[in-house]
């Protein structure tokens, strides 16, 4: 016997209820669905009997205000502390704008979500200042002629198949490859039978060309 054909005519599903099936898109079902609130909206038959779907959308609305009715005066996200309620609105006038000082005494305007999520956490400073601090850091170990000293002195990598640093494994010929980098170009130091002798060929290689750079930071 042919499988009898599922009618939701007439059933709730959260604030929804089916009034009638229309237009299908390919194999998709859709019914007409009338919301609570008294709006109507078409919905796919599975999203409804799924619980996906649960009303024309004024749930979700519903529920992201009474989230930005939580008040955020006198809290503190990082560097900022908040003020009270911005003046400004958001573009879908359900997200809450809030007005912070930042520690280093500028204001700025931050939505809600922005803040309880911790994507915002200064007025920008912050990350002005980690930039600051990167540019002297690269200053103070960048060499003249483009040699940066702690890329020299870097631990083996942790996705390493060898857990020696500069020493691969060739997979087509079964031997272990040594190489190293130096002012951007990389030095190829030979294949080995061995892991060994790779490490050996590594560390040679190391003392050739890293070790007068180490030497002269060392002095520094």
């Not at 999203?47 to 996906?52: E, F, S």
Request: with cysteine.
């Amino acid at each position: 016997m042919p499988q009898k054909r599922i009618d939701i005519t007439g059933q709730r599903f959260g604030r929804l209820v089916a009034i009638r099936e229309v237009e299908p898109i390919g194999y998709a079902r859709r019914y007409l669905c009338k919301c609570d609130c008294g709006k109507e909206k078409i919905v796919r038959m599975n999203q409804l009997r799924t619980g996906k779907t649960k009303s024309c959308g004024c749930l979700n609305r519903e529920v992201t205000s009474k989230k930005n009715t939580v008040n955020l005066t006198g809290k503190r996200f990082g560097k900022l502390t908040v003020t009270g309620r911005s003046n400004k609105k958001h573009d879908t006038q359900t997200k809450a704008i809030w007005h912070c000082r930042c520690d280093c005494g500028n204001e700025i305007d931050v939505l809600s979500t922005y803040l309880t999520s911790g994507e915002v956490k200064s007025c920008g400073c912050h990350r002005r200042e980690i930039g600051k601090n990167l540019q002297k850091y690269n200053a103070e170990h960048l060499q003249k002629d483009g040699v940066f000293i702690p890329i020299l002195k870097s631990k083996v990598r942790s996705d390493s198949s060898t857990g020696i640093k500069g020493v691969t494994l060739n997979r087509k010929s079964g031997k272990y490859r040594a190489s190293l980098t130096i002012k951007g170009k990389r030095i190829y130091l030979g294949e080995y039978e061995s892991i060994e002798n790779a490490a050996k060929a590594r560390k040679a290689g190391e003392e050739k060309y890293f070790r007068p750079y180490l030497e002269e930071n060392d002095e520094d």
